[in-house]
């Protein structure tokens, strides 16, 4: 019981936290956002002492510091390297392909000269975006109003019309009244917003209000995920008469008996659940819970024979039943081991899984003879637990036994086999499955039974 406890409270441990890792680390929804930052001549204007140009660096500097971990960052400028060209619209930074210091870099090198293509420039950042899922937006940060004679209104209208979702937002930066009525257009055309500064404290509160609209947000948390409890729907640790819950199938007296809170059992001969004949097969007389469920026996066995095998599992006859096995095999030479097993058998057609226990792997090429019987003894008196586990359709084995040199449990498990009806009630036995010299004494501490709910 202690042993299977430990095992369950480290498992719903382990799940929680894992539950608590991924809430704490989920990634934010992607944004992209193509910032467009007017440096035409008339960047050079004053505000307070202070070049534009130089308060929208600095005040976009602070933006792309602070820009959220999901948010993907795209950077035009125009009208910064020729005087007269309206073609002058650099692309300084494509859609995520640039580190903040590389776009703060690409701002600092702007010395404004020229025009004010805006409509070109909404047109190159309408291609960034091209192809690109999820949320898109585009920020113009302009003092003026277009003077190459493109009508920016009828392309923001398209970049909103294009069916993916684009808005155009507009910032004007210490601007007339023809250039705010162009671009609040432009931010009304695109489905976005205008914002209004006259100054760098102001540049800083409308590019803020703007990065909370167009930057990734968190999305919904996702509902917690509940934690599997469980609730003990039987127990037994052989108090009182076997009688009270179980049936013995070829019942042999002398082979078995209950006493000092444990179920003695000692087989000599051939059996297990495959044969038809084997004697104290141990039967609950009560149903499994319908939903989930663990089933856990605890035991202490001496395994002398080198065949030895304890089973605990669902049986209904010797050809129908899913059941846990622990086991022990002992050959020539270096062909010995100890294992754990999950045998299901179907109408006559077995199918099994097992991992070994004691040696480092099945078959040959284990433990000499003399070493395996000095390990397996170390654990005659060191309690193992064997649990049947039921998810759904799907059942495995666990097992986990004391360390002789240390306190700390080792746990196993096998892979999984599926039953789509319960191929009978939950049983027990323990016998030889092979002809061998000696006997089988197992010593059962207790069965439990719980049920499993998420």
């Not at 390297?81 to 619209?89: F, H, N």
């Not at 210091?101 to 702007?110: E, H, P, R």
């Not at 091209?130 to 113009?140: H, M, Q, S, Y």
């Not at 917003?193 to 509160?205: C, D, G, T």
Request: hydrophobic share 40%; charged share 20%.
């Amino acid at each position: 019981m202690l042993l299977l406890r430990r095992f369950l409270a480290t498992m719903m441990t382990v799940t929680a936290a894992a539950i608590l890792f991924v809430q704490g680390t989920q990634a934010k929804a992607s944004s992209d956002v193509v910032y467009i930052l007017d440096a035409s001549n008339s960047m050079w204007g004053q505000i307070e002492g202070t070049a534009k140009i130089e308060t929208a660096r600095s005040v976009m500097g602070d933006l792309l510091s602070n820009a959220s971990p999901g948010t993907q960052i795209g950077l035009i400028a125009y009208g910064h390297r020729s005087e007269g060209e309206c073609s002058d619209i650099e692309i300084l930074a494509n859609v995520g392909q640039a580190s903040t210091v590389a776009l703060k870099d690409s701002l600092a090198g702007l010395q404004p000269k020229g025009k004010t293509p805006i409509a070109g420039a909404l047109q190159e950042a309408k291609e960034l975006l091209a192809g690109r899922e999820g949320k898109r937006n585009i920020v113009l940060i302009s003092d003026g109003i277009e003077t190459c004679g493109g009508d920016p209104c009828a392309i923001a209208a398209e970049l909103a019309a294009d069916g993916v979702g684009t808005k155009v937002h507009a910032v004007g930066f210490d601007v007339d009244s023809a250039a705010r009525e162009q671009l609040e257009c432009i931010a009304e055309k695109g489905q976005g917003s205008y914002y209004n500064a006259s100054s760098a404290s102001e540049l800083q509160l409308a590019l803020n209000e703007v990065a909370e609209v167009v930057q990734a947000e968190e999305p919904p948390a996702p509902p917690p995920t509940p934690e599997p409890t469980s609730e003990q729907v039987f127990f037994d640790d052989f108090t009182g008469d076997l009688a009270e819950h179980w049936s013995v199938q070829n019942a042999d007296i002398d082979s078995y008996i209950v006493e000092d809170s444990n179920l003695f059992m000692i087989n000599n001969a051939v059996g297990d659940f495959r044969n038809a004949d084997t004697r104290n097969i141990v039967v609950l007389g009560q149903d499994m819970p319908s939903g989930d469920w663990d089933a856990t026996i605890t035991f202490t066995g001496e395994f002398k024979t080198g065949r030895d095998t304890v089973m605990f599992g669902l049986y209904k006859d010797d050809q129908n039943f899913l059941t846990g096995r622990i086991f022990t095999s002992t050959g020539s030479a270096t062909c010995n081991y100890a294992a754990l097993g999950i045998l299901k058998m179907a109408s006559g057609e077995a199918t099994e899984f097992k991992i070994p226990l004691i040696g480092s792997q099945m078959g040959c090429g284990a433990l000499q003879v003399d070493a395996f019987a000095q390990e397996v003894s170390k654990h005659e008196t060191t309690p193992m637990t064997m649990t049947l586990h039921k998810r759904g359709r799907s059942y495995h084995v666990s097992a986990s036994r004391g360390e002789a040199d240390g306190p700390e449990d080792v746990i196993y498990e096998t892979d999984r086999l599926s039953s789509l009806r319960s191929p009978g009630a939950l049983a027990l036995t323990v016998g030889k499955y092979n002809k061998a010299d000696g006997e089988v004494m197992v010593m059962i501490d207790s069965v439990e039974v719980t049920s499993i709910t998420k």
